[in-house]
């Protein structure tokens, strides 16, 4: 996977959780970030973690921060934006930008993986996005990064805003993903004070040990 970069998104606002950076939520005894860099981390050749304003307070995770290139928090596309910008000028070899979201910390393990086999031999303009039960997860998905230059003009231009109303400008591929054990969706995001209940409720029953 030295060919894929990959970007956590932690760009966003965090209103439904009372303001602040998701990422540093602490679910188990870790941060939700510390999940996904776990779960993410093996997955691809470089992570580099979209976030805005002081990149400081990411500094213990040990990742390169890249904050959104286009003003106004425009939402996941621009998180997207920035971590292809990153990766072609670190990683100018890498042809792809896989993204997770900061508050998915079950994240499947082979996620990248998949997503990059539907893809081989594919429209080279070709977007891999994982379904389950409860939808698609747009948010977690796989770019080539030869769409950066698209996708900044629509976003100044702003003709870019929904995710999935962007993605479908261009051939995807759906890729189906189980649940978890106790039928958990490994998409499951932490967006509100009961999600972070509901994951606490779900590491408690099926993953009791905590470092």
């Known amino acids: 996977m030295s060919e894929i970069v990959g970007v956590v998104l932690s760009g966003g606002l965090g209103r439904r959780m009372g303001g602040g950076d998701k990422a540093l939520i602490a679910l188990g005894g870790r941060h939700l970030l510390d999940r996904v860099i776990e779960r993410f981390a093996p997955q691809v ?16 995770f040990g990742l390169p921060v ?13 998180g997207l934006l920035a971590g292809m910008r990153w990766a072609e000028t670190h990683r100018p070899g890498a042809r792809h930008v896989a993204t997770a979201a900061a508050d998915t ?23 891999a996005v994982p379904v389950t039960a409860t939808g698609t997860h747009q948010v977690c998905a796989l770019f080539p990064i030869s769409l950066a230059d ?5 976003l100044v231009g702003g003709a870019a805003r929904k995710v999935m109303a962007w993605i479908e400008r261009h051939p995807v591929r ?21 999600d972070l209940a509901a994951a606490e409720d779900w590491i408690a029953a099926h993953d009791p040990v905590q470092p």
């Open 174 to 194: 759906h890729v189906a993903f189980g649940p978890l054990e106790g039928g958990l969706d490994p998409f499951f995001n932490v967006n509100t004070p009961e």
């Open 105 to 127: 910390p079950f994240l499947p393990l082979d996620l990248v993986a998949r997503l990059a086999a539907s893809l081989d031999g594919a429209d080279p303009d070709g977007i």
């Open 45 to 60: 050749g470089a992570l580099v973690l979209n976030a805005n304003g002081d990149p400081a307070r990411f500094e213990a």
């Open 150 to 154: 698209a996708l900044e003009e629509a």
């Open 66 to 78: 890249a904050a959104d290139p286009v003003a106004g928090h425009p939402g996941p596309l621009a």
